[in-house]
């Protein structure tokens, strides 16, 4: 099945340390997004990627940070600069060209600092 | 600055009648957007789109309208069904945005039987 799947679901994590969200996609796209999502709000870019070995700060990057070394990867680190990292955080993944307006989503996966 | 706004943080619609779901936006450089639905723990789904070249859009129950005079788009669903209970967020995008997104803060939707 095609898709973006996000790991883990669900993760906890001790105050100052840092801890790695997962982002894989089968879907052979170019672009991908991460977003958080707080109570009552909408989704907050994080950081985006439009290709291979590149990538760009989103509205909240400040306390996260990216790599993508691979076209279906793109993992999140929270580091422990991020001063309030407990959120719901989504993946997405986008195609580039003609046709490629729409952003599709993973399941998400839960931080919790404890 | 928020670009995409959705002032409505819920909505209460009885079973088989109309959902109007309404979004703003301030960047007149969007020329698409997009209709997202959304269960508690789980990512966003796309429902539907509309590109500025176009005023409507239709998908079986769910018609996106698009007024680009005023800066303002709509979903409509009809008719309601409770498995439409969702938080629905809208989203925009364009040429000059940089491959980004814009998504409104969402409305709780809840479809009562």
């Known amino acids: 099945d095609g898709g973006i799947t996000q790991s883990p679901k669900y993760l906890f994590r001790k105050e100052g340390q840092n801890v790695t969200l997962s982002c894989e996609q089968n879907?052979?796209?170019?672009?991908m997004y991460w977003y958080r999502q707080d109570p009552g709000q909408g989704l907050r870019l994080i950081y985006y990627s439009q290709i291979v070995n590149d990538f760009q700060k989103g509205d909240i990057a400040e306390g996260y940070s990216v790599s993508r070394e691979k076209k279906e990867s793109f993992p999140l680190t929270v580091t422990s600069a991020q001063k309030n990292p407990t959120a719901f955080y989504l993946c997405?993944?986008?195609?580039?060209?003609?046709?490629?307006?729409?952003?599709?989503f993973g399941e998400g996966s839960w931080l919790t600092v404890v | 600055d928020q670009q995409v706004k959705q002032n409505s943080p819920s909505l209460s619609v009885q079973e088989g009648r109309i959902s109007i779901l309404n979004c703003d936006y301030t960047?007149?450089?969007?020329?698409?957007f997009l209709w997202y639905k959304k269960y508690p723990a789980e990512g966003p789904t796309f429902l539907i789109s509309?590109?500025?070249?176009?005023d409507k859009n239709e998908d079986g129950r769910f018609t996106v309208f698009l007024n680009k005079s005023a800066k303002h788009l709509s979903l409509h669903i009809v008719p309601s069904q409770p498995g439409d209970s969702a938080v629905y967020f809208c989203?925009?995008?364009?040429?000059?945005?940089?491959?980004?997104?814009?998504f409104g803060t969402g409305t709780s939707l809840t479809v009562i039987p």
């Open positions: 960047n007149s450089m969007f020329d698409y």
């Open positions: 989203a925009a995008s364009g040429l000059g945005t940089g491959n980004q997104f814009y």
């Open positions: 879907l052979n796209h170019d672009a």
């Open positions: 509309i590109s500025s070249i176009k």
């Open positions: 997405a993944s986008k195609a580039q060209g003609a046709g490629g307006n729409t952003i599709y």
